[in-house]
C-alpha cells in the first residue's frame, strides 16, 4: 500500500472553510473579468437545467 | 414562476443607457469586488427622485420588467412604488433584477453611495458597494442568507487588504 500523503492543497482553506485561492484568483481579474466568470457560471447552470428539465 | 438566464452586463448596459442612478448590491457587487459568490440576480439600490424614477421606468419597460409573481400575474412596475423604500422582485428580458428602496440598517441611494466604487462595465460606468459597506449590510439584514455570505466576504476584503500593502 501507498504511504498516505496530504494534499499539497491542505492549507487552502482557512477556519471558516473559506477557499482561500478561490478569493485569490478572483481578485487577480478585473471587475469585468469577474462578471464574465459569474455570467459563465449561470449559463453553466442554465444549460445543465436545459439537458435535464427535471426540477 | 416565469425563468429567465440571467444577463449581467446587458441589464447594467440598459439602466446605464437610460442613465439611472443606481448602486449594486448584494451577491454581484461581492463578486465584482472579488469575492466568488454564486448569484442569479442584479440587486440595486436606486436613487428615489422623481426625475430618477422616470429614468428607472423607462429602463424597466426596456428590460420588460415584471414582479416574479407566484401566481403568474403579470404585474408591471409603477412609478408611486419605486418611490418608495420597499423591495421590488422583478423578471426581465436580462433575469431577476432586483429594485431595492432602502437595504440594511434602512440605507437608501444617498447613504450607500458614499461608500460606492465606480466601476466601468459594459462601457458604463456603474456604482458598486464596497466590501466593508456590503458586510455591514449584511450584518444588519441578520438573515441566514446573508449570514452565510459573511466568511466569505470577510476574507475577500482582508485578501484585498494584503494586496494594498
Known sequence: ?55 | MQTQVPRFKDALIVLGRHEVEFIIVGGVAAVLNGAPIATFDLDIVHARDDENIQRLMAALVELDARYRDPAGRVLRPEPLSLGGTGHHLFITTCGPLDVLGMVGQNEGYDDLVVNGRVLTIGGHAVRVLDLPALIRTKEAAGRDKDKAALPVLRRALAEQAKLKT
Do not use: K, N, Y
Open chain 1, 1 to 55: 500500500m501507498l504511504p498516505r500523503l496530504d494534499s499539497p492543497g491542505a492549507d487552502t482553506t482557512d477556519d471558516d472553510g473559506v477557499d482561500v485561492t478561490l478569493i485569490r484568483w478572483t481578485l487577480s481579474l478585473d471587475p469585468e473579468a469577474r462578471l464574465d466568470a459569474l455570467q459563465g457560471f449561470a449559463d453553466s447552470i442554465a444549460a445543465l437545467t436545459d439537458a435535464d428539465p427535471s426540477p
